[in-house]
């Protein structure tokens, strides 16, 4: 069990996004998309956590993910609406979509401490797996200024989540 | 009394009444895209700090040491007497990747 857990943070932290590495180089409204998912993705997350959780940091760090994550998703939008962009799906939101259904279902069977730890983990996997992302493909990628500002402050934002989420895992053990 | 000495003690009082005030100072930093600006700031002992929140984020400015932690709601701002000299590194809680330092003079 464990071990099946650490292969699977390992191959989600090392791996890069899914799909994007063979493919060419992410259109605007392909990496829209993958922002605005990434950011999703990690509010449900910790809305399970607030669901489960009963550690008080745990709980700060879950609502914070949701505030900060709420704020960028609102600013992606408005942008896109200035922009007159339409986000488009595409393979690497599906793939984070897959795997982070996957993950909550795992943490489903989980409570009480190993259900924090577990969940804290993942934090720390996944805002990494994000903010490699961000700063190797999406950033570079993005040919609109406005957007690839808005990924830049994302990056700074994500890069304090994954800061904030290595604090909680150490008082954690 | 003369005159002229009355208007030395008046000004010998409004002197003092406007020196007392103008002494404790009120040095603003702001917060922009989770940076704190200036990064390093220099106050005396009565100053008071106030840090402008202008990002939709809530910051925190939270000393290393926990002697003080300012909570900073979405475009709010908050602010902080300093009562005590040294220099203190702080940072935001809920990022900590935003780091920036209080000298404080005695």
């Known amino acids: ?173 | 009394m003369q005159p002229g000495r009355l208007v030395f003690i008046a000004a010998l009082f409004g002197g003092i009444v406007c020196v007392v005030p103008a002494r404790a100072e009120t040095i603003k930093v702001e917060i922009k895209n989770l940076v704190f600006m200036p990064a390093e700031v220099t106050a005396k002992v009565g100053d008071t700090i106030v840090w402008d929140n202008q990002d939709v984020f809530a910051h925190t400015a939270t000393a290393t040491d926990k002697s003080f932690e300012v909570i900073l709601p979405p475009k709010k701002s908050g602010s902080l007497t300093v009562k005590k000299a040294g220099t203190f590194d702080y940072f935001c809680k809920f990022h900590p990747n935003m780091k920036a330092k209080l000298a404080v003079a005695p």
């Open chain 1, 1 to 173: 069990m464990r071990f099946t857990l650490y292969a699977a943070l390992a191959a989600l932290t090392l791996s890069p996004l899914p799909a994007l590495a063979q493919n060419a180089k992410p259109t605007d409204p392909q990496i829209a998309h993958i922002a605005y998912t990434a950011g999703q993705l990690d509010i449900e997350a910790a809305k399970q956590a607030l669901k489960k959780s009963k550690n008080k940091e745990v709980r700060a760090f879950a609502d914070d993910m949701v505030k900060d994550h709420s704020a960028v998703n609102k600013q992606a939008l408005a942008l896109v609406k200035k922009l007159k962009v339409t986000p488009q799906d595409n393979p690497t939101s599906q793939a984070l979509t897959k795997q982070a259904a996957a993950k909550r279902a795992e943490l489903a069977k989980l409570s009480g401490a190993a259900f924090d730890k577990a969940y804290v983990d993942n934090e720390v996997a996944y805002h990494k797996t994000v903010n490699g992302a961000l700063e190797t493909q999406l950033i570079p990628s993005a040919s609109n200024a406005e957007l690839k500002s808005l990924l830049q402050t994302g990056l700074k934002i994500f890069q304090g989540h994954e800061q904030h989420a290595e604090h909680v895992d150490a008082a954690l053990k």
